[in-house]
């Protein structure tokens, strides 16, 4: 096996390919333009392109292993690799199989799952969360990460939940630009995923997604728009499915008219792992680099058959030019061929970002008479029960798993936080094998603890909070319903830790339980995070990114009837009534609505200003308020700015996430707060002219905790219409 030092920089195959540099060109200049630092990348790119074979270009678009794709020695073109994932750099697998290679030096930082980090409503922690992902990833010598995935959630069962950023457009945006751009300042290329409309798992390769354009461009489209416009992201990958008939990895539209050619985008699109379908689509159709199909390399759609179609004709040269122009683009964009940096693995540092984020992404749902902090003086024994107590999550999910250095689970966490001074018994209490036995056994033990701490929820097991399928009800499985309700029967300091990755179903217990946490997958730390949380030595400041139901039924694509679709079309029939946007505009009443989140202390809105104002593109407004911590504990609040449209001539979802900002407060603290909302903060788009459009009219302006606890309002006035493309 190479080293990782030649893996990781190519650099030796540099020297090589200098020291072969027989070329007159090459002695006459000294050093070929492509690998001079100095000249501009498309200088580079156009030199390189020039010296390729039509063999070499073709290895540059396909795969040469289930994550690399071919060196190219004779120039000095490392092998390129890519891995997964989200939320940190997975196991290498392969060559040629997903299993494990078995190495021992690829441990990793165990981040949270990106619907903690979403709900940290930081994008100060999304950069830190993207600079250890950069780091390791240099370190594994890896050179594109498949991440982050932006995919809006329409459906709290998507088996995909966890690794998204939840179900608003502007917040997954604000997320992910801070994501990319650190993991990018490694020299290490993101891959947003997965372009697009990909919100379900149930037929996911075929299932062909049918929507407006409004809706598409509104709620399915902002966040890859920004990771390409504001990240400058390297990389985009193709979802499975299809979109208006046609498969995202080929799709016309998709790819060649919104991607390329609206949004600008100069980078590389990368097929998801076997959801090529079509050859002459896939060549025509905007994918660049063909990863994972199910066939020998030499078989892929964009190797063989693609070189045969150049020779006989069938393609000009200009398509297969652009996608290798496209690649190597890329590779000298993040210095490919210059030694790049040492990245770091496992560092105190990356343990931290993790913990810290674990920390801010839960969000504490419910806290009745104060049943939460713990106080750690008063308590001398806690009935910790529940599975998920002591079951380790990294190795799960499908692509996102992670080969953690190590997790610390929450009874773990526990442990080492209380330094022996509080006993704790364990019941698993629920769990595929567990019976009532068990749950007797629990009952017993809360009933003799002076807390309970029922750690419930789901995990990353095939119809869970996993790839590959959706879950199949909203309910928590293993009859964990009626164990949550005995145990808060037992004793009435029941306190419910939520380790889920998407929302569950509580109207069985909750009414019966004062405190309710939601931990999410919370990484390597998480253990430990959660005992700083449950203890108060950090005070919650995380807030829902997607709305939790009642029940299902409530949620919009199943009062619709439109999921999961009928003779493999998934009809989007809600349209842009998304999460909260459904549930505002139609008056049903959430369990938790979005942006929800519960603090240990108090915090007070007030002296609400929305200054007028202009900037190059015209008026704008700047929302002023002031935001004081009332409570007695340091604390953070996420202020979150809504707008909603008085009298649109087009119809709009009630109110809609257009600014948001997280304010650290002392006891007492008064902080201004000013939140700049641009002309795109009042648009709509309209899919006749094609263009966002916003119009003269007033503006409801509300800050609140949440979409639904709106605390200062006001009107504003757009003076003029404006429509821009
Ligand atoms: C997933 C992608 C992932 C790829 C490579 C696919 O099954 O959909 O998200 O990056 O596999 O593991």
Redesign the pocket.
């Known amino acids: 096996m190479k080293s990782l030092t030649d893996l990781r920089t190519g650099a030796v195959a540099v020297a090589a390919a200098l020291a072969l540099a027989g070329s007159a060109r090459a002695a006459d200049a000294g050093r070929p333009p492509y690998l001079d630092p100095a000249q501009p990348v498309e200088a580079r790119v156009d030199d390189l392109l020039g010296r390729l074979t039509l063999d070499e270009k073709i290895a540059l678009v396909h795969g040469d292993s289930k994550?690399t794709v071919a060196a190219i020695p004779r120039l000095g073109i490392p092998r390129r690799w890519l891995s997964?994932?989200p939320h940190g750099v997975r196991e290498d697998v392969g060559p040629d199989t997903?299993k494990p290679a078995n190495r021992t030096d690829d441990f990793a930082t165990y981040l949270p799952v990106a619907v903690a980090l979403a709900s940290t409503w930081n994008p100060d922690a999304a950069r830190a969360y993207g600079n250890v992902i950069g780091e390791e990833a240099r370190r594994r010598g890896k050179d594109i990460m498949?991440?982050p995935?932006v995919n809006i959630q329409r459906t709290p069962l998507n088996g995909r939940t966890f690794e998204y950023l939840g179900e608003d457009p502007f917040l997954a945006s604000r997320m992910a630009v801070s994501y990319i751009k650190a993991v990018q300042s490694h020299d290490v290329s993101s891959c947003v995923?997965?372009f697009a409309c990909n919100s379900q798992e149930t037929e996911r390769n075929t299932v062909d997604v049918q929507m407006d354009e409004r809706t598409l461009h509104e709620i399915y489209l902002p966040a890859f728009k920004a990771a390409v416009q504001e990240a400058g992201v390297w990389c985009v990958?193709g979802a499975?499915n299809r979109f208006r008939g046609q498969q995202c990895c080929e799709n016309d539209y998709l790819l060649n008219q919104v991607l390329k050619t609206q949004w600008g985008f100069k980078g590389v699109v990368i097929s998801?792992?076997?959801g090529t379908h079509n050859g002459t689509q896939a060549v025509l159709g905007g994918l660049d680099l063909e990863?994972?199909t199910a066939k020998p390399y030499a078989d892929y759609y964009l190797a063989r058959q693609f070189k045969e179609g150049i020779e006989k004709g069938a393609y000009p040269m200009s398509v297969l030019d652009d996608k290798v122009r496209r690649n190597l683009r890329v590779m000298f964009a993040l210095h490919f061929l210059e030694s790049r940096p040492e990245g770091s693995l496992n560092t105190a540092a990356h343990q931290e970002t993790a913990q810290r984020v674990a920390e801010e992404g839960m969000v504490l749902l419910k806290n009745a008479g104060g049943a939460l902090p713990l106080d750690a003086g008063a308590i001398t024994s806690i009935a910790v029960i529940g599975e998920n107590a002591v079951r380790l999550q990294a190795h799960g999910g499908?692509?996102t798993e992670m080969k953690a250095l190590h997790e610390i689970t929450p009874l773990e966490g526990l442990i080492r936080h209380s330094g022996g001074r509080i006993n704790f018994t364990y019941s698993q209490g629920y769990g595929k094998e567990a019976g009532v036995a068990a749950a007797d056994r629990a009952v017993r033990a809360a009933k003799a603890a002076d807390v309970a701490l029922v750690v419930a929820g789901l995990n990353h097991e095939r119809t869970f909070d996993c790839?590959g399928a959706d879950r199949n009800s909203l309910d928590l499985p293993y009859g964990q319903d009626e164990l949550i309700r005995r145990v808060a029967q037992a004793n009435p300091r029941t306190v419910v830790v939520l380790v889920s990755g998407s929302p569950v179903r509580m109207g069985a217990w909750l009414d019966q339980v004062p405190a309710v946490l939601q931990a999410w997958y919370a990484g390597c730390e998480g253990g430990r995070a959660l005992a700083r949380v449950l203890f108060g030595d950090v005070n919650p400041s995380g807030k829902l990114p997607c709305t939790f139901p009642k029940k299902l039924a409530d949620s919009p694509a199943y009062a619709l009837g439109a999921y999961p679709g009928k003779g493999g079309i998934e009809p989007y029939t809600e349209g842009l009534l998304v999460g909260y946007r459904w549930f505002d505009t139609k008056g049903i009443e959430p369990l938790f609505p979005f942006g929800h989140g519960l603090s240990y202390t108090s915090f007070a809105y007030s002296d609400l200003r929305l200054v007028a104002g202009t900037d190059s593109k015209g008026p704008v407004v700047t929302v002023e308020f002031k935001l004081t911590n009332t409570g007695s504990r340091a604390g953070a609040e996420v202020a979150q700015v809504y707008v909603h449209q008085a009298k649109p001539s087009l119809q709009r979802p009630l109110r809609e996430l257009k600014g948001f900002r997280k304010v650290a407060l002392k006891p007492g603290e008064r902080q201004a707060v000013s939140i700049p909302l641009a002309r795109e903060a009042f648009a709509f788009y309209d899919a006749e002219k094609a263009a966002w459009v916003a119009e003269k009219d007033d503006f409801e302006i509300a800050i609140g905790s949440s979409s639904r606890d709106l605390r200062l309002r006001g009107n504003f006035s757009l003076p003029v219409a404006a429509t821009w493309k």
């Open positions: 994550f997964d994932g997903f498949l991440g995935g995923k997965h990958m499975y998801d792992w076997n990863m994972g499908g692509s790839e």
